[in-house]
Every structure is written in C-alpha cells, then in structure tokens.
C-alpha cells in the first residue's frame, strides 16, 4: 500500500462525496420548494388574516390587481425559491458545522459518545492486555503513535472501529462480545482491518460523512420536533377559524420538514452505504496482508454470522457512525440498499475461497487464562509458518523500482504493514525491558523515561546538571524513579528509543494541560543543558510536541500548501540540518546536500546549503511546522530527498533511519522501523 497515493485516494474520494451531497442538497431544496408552492396555495384557502398578512400579499400576489382571492400561485416564484434555498442552507450548513465542530474533537470523543470506556494501560486483565498488545505491535510496525484502545462493555455483539483525524489522535475501539470471543489471530485480523482505515486515510473521510448526513437529517428532525409539540394543540373545525387555519399551516409546514428531511436523509444513507462498502473490501485485503493469515480474519466474520446478535450494537448512536463500524452495526433496510458493510458471506469469499457458507458458532467466553502466553497474546508469537494458499502473494517489485536498500525504497514504505515489520515490531517490543514497559504506561513514569532518553552519556557534569534539573524541578520521588530506568535505558539500543517513545505517547497525550507544559519545559531545560541541541533530540522534542498538540485539536491538520515553490526555503533548513548532522566534514555536508538537491528537480537553482548558524533548532523548528501543512507529494519528495542526505556516504545507518522516521511523524507520514 502506498501511503501517499492512499492519501490522494482519499482526498478524491472526499471530492466525490461533497458532489453526492451537493444533489442530495440539491434535491431537498428543489422538494422543499415545491412544498412551499403547495402550502402557500392551500394556504390561500383560509380566510384568516394570519394567514394574509401584508408580507405574504406583497411577496406571492401573482394577479394584475393584487387580488389574491381563488387564484393559483404559479409554479415558479424566484423569491420564494431563493428564500427557500437560503434557508435551507443555512440550517443544512449549521447543522453540519455544529457535527463538525464535535467531530474535531478528535477519535476519544467518538468512542465516548457511543458509551467507550478507555482500557486502563496498567489493566490487569488478561483479554485487555491481549488487546493492547496487539494494538501496541501493529502501531510499532506502522510507524504510528500507540493509539488509545476503547472497550464497549456492554455491547455483546462482535464489532470494532477506528476513529480520528490524525494518525496522533486515533482509537481503536472495541466491543466486550469482540474482546470475549475472539481469539488473538482473530482479534488480531480484526485490529489489522482498523488500521487499514487509518492508514488509508479513511478516518477523516468518515466523520466528514457523518457531519453532512446529520445536517440533512436535522431537517427531518426539526420536522418532527414541530410535530411533537402540536400533538395536545386543539384544531380549528371550520375553514374560517383563523387559529385553525395557523394551526393548520404550521401543520402543514412540520410535515413538509419532516418528509423533506428524511427524504434527504434517505439518500444521505444511500451515499454513506456506497462510499463504506468498496473500502470495507479494501480494508479486509489489507488487513489479510498485513497478517499474512486469512484465517483469523475469516473466522471472525464467520463468528459474527453464528452469533445470534452478530455485530449489531444496542447503543442507539450506532445508526449515527455505522459507515465507521468492522461489520453492520444497526439493522438494513429497503433491502439492503443502507448496507454500510457488504454480506459476511461475500467478505469471507472474499478473503477464503474455500468458505462453504457454514458460520462458526462462537464459544461464549475465549478463556485467555488457560491459554499459553504466546496464545493469549502476552507474548510475542515465534515467526510464522509457511504461507497460507489462500493469502495474497507479496507485491514484486514493479520495472525500474527502487533497490530494496535505497532511499525511496525506504520512503516507500511510509504506511506499510507487512508481516516483517509486524514480526520486526514484536522482536522490539519482546527486546525491551520490562521496567521501560511498565514506564511508558504511566503518567508518572512516562515523562520521566523521556528524560532518561536524553540524559548525556558522554559528559558527567552535564548529566548531572539535568539530574539536578529534575530534583528541582519534579521531586526527589522522580530523581529515584530516574535511578530505577538508568540501567535499562544505558542498554538501550538507539533502534529502540523510537518506539520506546511511541509506547509512551498516550501517557503524554494523557497528561493534563498544566502538567504537560512542566513537563515539556523540563525537556527543554534537560536538551539544552549542554549548550546544543542534537537532531535527535530536536527530533524527539518535536514529535511528542507535535503528537500531543494534534491530540488536543485534531481539527488544525490542514493542507495549506500545493506549491514546492512555497517551501524552497523551508525545505533548504531540513537538508542542511540533515546534511550538517552526516559529517563534520564542509566537502562531505555539500555532497551530501547536493545529493538531496537532486532529488527536486522542480527547485533547482532555489535550494541552497545554509551554514550551520542558519540552520539551527529554532529554524528547523520554523520549518517543519510550516512543511507539516503542505501537500503529501511535498512531503514524499522532501522524505526522500532527506534519505539520500542521509545516505549520501553509501551508509545506512540505523541513527539516521531512525532520525528520520521521527522527523517523518512530525510530518503525519508514519514509517516503519527499519528491519
């Protein structure tokens, strides 16, 4: 999967989307009109002076003397129309900002507005450790921040969804029926079919659909509120009651609403049905590639058809973000046509062409405790066995493709999981030790495992310069906490140290708002003790920077820039730091900078090597925030001419890689770890 056409994929998509909401709009302000024309005709019909006021006389009098008694109103009245465009505009438009304005809260609001209650990191039960687990090595792979994992504990259906804007601010959620039921192969297929959706970029499609779809279903539900409050109302008897007729008009007028609404309602689903279902497949392939095993995917569709309630949820918000949902989560009607998910039978196909339309009946409880560790998911599985026949080959390479070593070969693998690196990524976690384990999962210990990382290993006043920092600024408690990671963390290899962070991410993003900002002023008290700030640790800093302030408002990832020619600057301060962190060497950095010049051929003669005094922390720090807004292709060419900077002397060095991979997150593009 290529992250960055994925990406495009999805911006197209969004464009296609906002085209079938336009004639779905499109079609309620052309039936609301007509209503208008009726009721304003039959309206006519009662004598009552609120009915002919003098607004409506001048606005809809249509007879050369103005007597408006017995006449029909013509089919075309551009005022009323206008009116009626406007207004429905207006109330589609504000609705629809309103959902919005919920939906850029981010994926916890979501899962919280659907009764989710976060798995505690420190859980002690065995099905949530299995869970996190799975979550924690698939996001290792991917390159990603750890997202928080939801549990729906009253939901006993088999069923999940991802949820976000931003890799930074994603969940994963799932059902108690999932968690019970599920086997960790299952489970696992199941979370490989969730990230797909991240990866994709289907998130961010997904709560701009239920944005639109609700600012045509609040029409329909205005509709029915006017209804709801006229049902004691006493209607007039005779065709002169003035109050009658308003009564009636009013009436007339919450009917016309609510059909209106629920018509365009109707369609609004038709649009979120067919937009979900194709990327329902997509997600099911990716995930089987992801796993390498079609089996545990297959069996837990299987299970959602032998479970008598299968994947439907009771929360009555499941209707709202279905398209969001693993598997149809409230029931379809008119035949299937609001389907958000295609038929178990055709996804399980799909996936095992064997299937003989037999469901797996599943046991009610999965008893992880009498499982063995590697079962349960406690630990890291041995590497796989031989292939299934039924799993989709591994992609070739396609003519004149970068060499496996190369740089874009690794930028080609931004937003890639493959069983490698799913493998690769239990092999890190399985390396780490467990103190650092149990530190990234609290919010004590998490901030202080960050300033274990940056601690200086090769000057011992400066180290403890910083250690004093902390003591003065954290406690005595934390100055001993620290003393408890040292030994782990001097053994630390640096392909360690990203993921160790990733780990800690949802601790960090957890922190409150005061505690944060002491937080990060330590950081920056601690990096800055020695006079320097090295790439790395510039890197470290902005990616958890950059992490927790997308998770506190998701809604500002925007793309601002399409032009290379907007960034040459911008661009000119990440090669040069790059090319100034390879050598101390004035021939080896222009080398190197020439080397990543000349991957943009759109600049040249724009990018120039800055001197070490122009390229600082600070400049850097400018730059990466500005080429965070720009548009995936300058984000590709940018990664990529980095690598070669990097690569320039014929070495790849894992430092490098990794420096990379972390500078890449602080622009929203997830790389895996390097194998």
Same mark, same amino acid.
């Given at each position: 999967?290529?992250?960055?056409?994925?990406?495009?994929?999805?911006?197209?998509?969004?464009?296609?989307?906002?085209?079938?909401?336009?004639?779905?709009?499109?079609?309620?302000?052309?039936?609301?009109?007509?209503?208008?024309?009726?009721?304003?005709?039959?309206?006519?019909?009662?004598?009552?002076?609120?009915?002919?006021?003098?607004?409506?006389?001048?606005?809809?009098?249509?007879?050369?003397?103005?007597?408006?008694?017995?006449?029909?109103?013509?089919?075309?009245?551009?005022?009323?129309?206008?009116?009626?465009?406007?207004?429905?505009?207006?109330?589609?438009?504000?609705?629809?900002?309103?959902?919005?304005?919920?939906?850029?809260?981010?994926?916890?609001?979501?899962?919280?507005?659907?009764?989710?209650?976060?798995?505690?990191?420190?859980?002690?039960?065995?099905?949530?450790?299995?869970?996190?687990?799975?979550?924690?090595?698939?996001?290792?792979?991917?390159?990603?921040?750890?997202?928080?994992?939801?549990?729906?504990?009253?939901?006993?259906?088999?069923?999940?969804?991802?949820?976000?804007?931003?890799?930074?601010?994603?969940?994963?959620?799932?059902?108690?029926?999932?968690?019970?039921?599920?086997?960790?192969?299952?489970?696992?297929?199941?979370?490989?079919?969730?990230?797909?959706?991240?990866?994709?970029?289907?998130?961010?499609?997904?709560?701009?659909?239920?944005?639109?779809?609700?600012?045509?279903?609040?029409?329909?539900?205005?509709?029915?509120?006017?209804?709801?409050?006229?049902?004691?109302?006493?209607?007039?008897?005779?065709?002169?009651?003035?109050?009658?007729?308003?009564?009636?008009?009013?009436?007339?007028?919450?009917?016309?609403?609510?059909?209106?609404?629920?018509?365009?309602?109707?369609?609004?689903?038709?649009?979120?049905?067919?937009?979900?279902?194709?990327?329902?497949?997509?997600?099911?392939?990716?995930?089987?590639?992801?796993?390498?095993?079609?089996?545990?995917?297959?069996?837990?569709?299987?299970?959602?058809?032998?479970?008598?309630?299968?994947?439907?949820?009771?929360?009555?918000?499941?209707?709202?973000?279905?398209?969001?949902?693993?598997?149809?989560?409230?029931?379809?009607?008119?035949?299937?046509?609001?389907?958000?998910?295609?038929?178990?039978?055709?996804?399980?196909?799909?996936?095992?062409?064997?299937?003989?339309?037999?469901?797996?009946?599943?046991?009610?409880?999965?008893?992880?405790?009498?499982?063995?560790?590697?079962?349960?998911?406690?630990?890291?599985?041995?590497?796989?066995?031989?292939?299934?026949?039924?799993?989709?080959?591994?992609?070739?390479?396609?003519?004149?493709?970068?060499?496996?070593?190369?740089?874009?070969?690794?930028?080609?693998?931004?937003?890639?999981?493959?069983?490698?690196?799913?493998?690769?990524?239990?092999?890190?976690?399985?390396?780490?030790?467990?103190?650092?384990?149990?530190?990234?999962?609290?919010?004590?210990?998490?901030?202080?495992?960050?300033?274990?990382?940056?601690?200086?290993?090769?000057?011992?006043?400066?180290?403890?310069?910083?250690?004093?920092?902390?003591?003065?600024?954290?406690?005595?408690?934390?100055?001993?906490?620290?003393?408890?990671?040292?030994?782990?963390?001097?053994?630390?290899?640096?392909?360690?140290?990203?993921?160790?962070?990733?780990?800690?991410?949802?601790?960090?993003?957890?922190?409150?708002?005061?505690?944060?900002?002491?937080? %990060?002023?330590? *950081?920056?008290? &601690?990096?800055?003790?020695?006079?320097? !700030? #090295?790439?790395?640790?510039? $890197? /470290?800093? =902005? @990616?958890?920077?950059?992490?927790?302030?997308?998770?506190?408002?998701?809604?500002?990832?925007?793309?601002?820039?399409?032009?290379?020619?907007?960034?040459?600057?911008?661009?000119?301060?990440?090669?040069?730091?790059?090319?100034?962190?390879?050598?101390?060497?004035?021939?080896?950095?222009?080398?190197?900078?020439?080397?990543?010049?000349?991957?943009?051929?759109?600049? %040249?003669?724009? *990018?120039?090597? &800055?001197?070490?005094?122009?390229?600082? !922390? #600070?400049?850097?720090?400018? $730059? /990466?925030? =500005? @080429?965070?807004?720009?548009?995936?292709?300058?984000?590709?060419?940018?990664?990529?001419?980095?690598?070669?900077?990097?690569?320039?002397?014929?070495?790849?060095?894992?430092?490098?890689?990794?420096?990379?991979?972390?500078?890449?997150?602080?622009?929203?593009?997830?790389?895996?770890?390097?194998?």
């Amino acid at each position: 999967m290529d992250f960055f056409a994925a990406e495009a994929r999805a911006k197209k998509r969004t464009g296609r989307l906002l085209i079938l909401f336009s004639l779905a709009l499109g079609g309620t302000i052309a039936g609301g009109y007509f209503a208008s024309v009726f009721i304003l005709g039959a309206a006519g019909g009662y004598g009552g002076g609120a009915v002919r006021t003098a607004r409506l006389h001048r606005a809809y009098s249509y007879s050369t003397n103005g007597d408006t008694s017995g006449a029909q109103p013509p089919l075309w009245q551009p005022q009323l129309f206008a009116e009626v465009a406007l207004g429905t505009l207006a109330v589609v438009g504000l609705a629809s900002l309103y959902k919005w304005s919920i939906m850029r809260l981010g994926g916890a609001a979501v899962a919280e507005s659907v009764g989710g209650r976060r798995v505690d990191p420190h859980t002690t039960d065995l099905a949530e450790r299995r869970l996190l687990n799975v979550v924690e090595e698939m996001s290792i792979a991917a390159g990603i921040p750890v997202p928080a994992v939801y549990l729906l504990g009253d939901e006993v259906g088999i069923n999940a969804f991802a949820a976000g804007l931003t890799t930074s601010d994603a969940v994963v959620t799932v059902t108690q029926g999932a968690l019970q039921r599920l086997t960790r192969d299952e489970l696992q297929g199941v979370i490989g079919h969730e990230f797909s959706h991240i990866l994709n970029g289907d998130m961010r499609t997904n709560m701009r659909l239920t944005a639109l779809i609700f600012g045509i279903l609040v029409l329909g539900l205005a509709g029915r509120a006017i209804l709801w409050t006229m049902r004691y109302q006493r209607w007039g008897s005779s065709r002169d009651n003035k109050s009658g007729g308003g009564v009636i008009l009013v009436g007339a007028i919450g009917l016309a609403l609510l059909a209106l609404g629920y018509i365009g309602y109707f369609f609004g689903r038709l649009i979120q049905a067919a937009v979900s279902r194709q990327r329902e497949f997509l997600a099911d392939a990716s995930s089987v590639q992801f796993t390498r095993n079609p089996e545990g995917l297959s069996h837990a569709l299987s299970k959602i058809g032998g479970l008598a309630i299968g994947s439907s949820l009771s929360t009555h918000r499941a209707a709202e973000i279905g398209h969001v949902f693993f598997a149809q989560a409230s029931p379809s009607f008119f035949g299937g046509l609001w389907a958000t998910h295609p038929p178990l039978t055709a996804r399980i196909l799909a996936i095992d062409p064997r299937f003989d339309g037999k469901f797996i009946e599943p046991p009610e409880v999965v008893d992880v405790a009498t499982q063995s560790f590697v079962q349960a998911g406690l630990v890291p599985s041995a590497a796989s066995g031989p292939l299934s026949a039924f799993a989709p080959p591994e992609a070739g390479p396609a003519p004149g493709a970068a060499s496996k070593g190369s740089p874009e070969a690794f930028i080609a693998r931004a937003g890639m999981l493959t069983p490698a690196s799913i493998a690769h990524a239990q092999d890190l976690l399985d390396q780490l030790p467990d103190r650092l384990r149990q530190a990234t999962r609290s919010a004590h210990d998490a901030p202080l495992l960050v300033f274990g990382l940056v601690l200086d290993d090769t000057d011992p006043a400066v180290r403890a310069r910083q250690r004093q920092t902390v003591a003065s600024r954290a406690g005595a408690d934390a100055v001993h906490t620290l003393d408890e990671l040292e030994p782990s963390l001097r053994g630390l290899a640096p392909e360690h140290k990203l993921p160790l962070l990733q780990l800690a991410l949802p601790a960090l993003k957890a922190l409150p708002p005061t505690t944060h900002a002491a937080f %990060d002023a330590t *950081l920056d008290e &601690l990096i800055r003790a020695d006079g320097r !700030v #090295s790439i790395f640790e510039f $890197a /470290l800093q =902005k @990616l958890i920077r950059r992490a927790t302030s997308m998770s506190r408002a998701p809604g500002a990832a925007v793309i601002q820039i399409y032009s290379f020619q907007a960034v040459a600057d911008e661009i000119s301060a990440v090669l040069s730091a790059f090319a100034h962190a390879s050598s101390d060497d004035e021939r080896a950095v222009a080398a190197a900078f020439a080397a990543g010049a000349a991957q943009l051929r759109l600049l %040249d003669g724009r *990018l120039s090597l &800055l001197p070490p005094e122009a390229s600082d !922390v #600070s400049r850097l720090d400018a $730059a /990466l925030d =500005k @080429l965070a807004t720009a548009s995936g292709p300058i984000k590709q060419r940018l990664l990529t001419a980095a690598a070669h900077v990097a690569a320039a002397d014929g070495v790849f060095l894992v430092p490098e890689m990794e420096l990379l991979r972390a500078v890449a997150a602080t622009l929203d593009v997830p790389l895996p770890p390097l194998g």
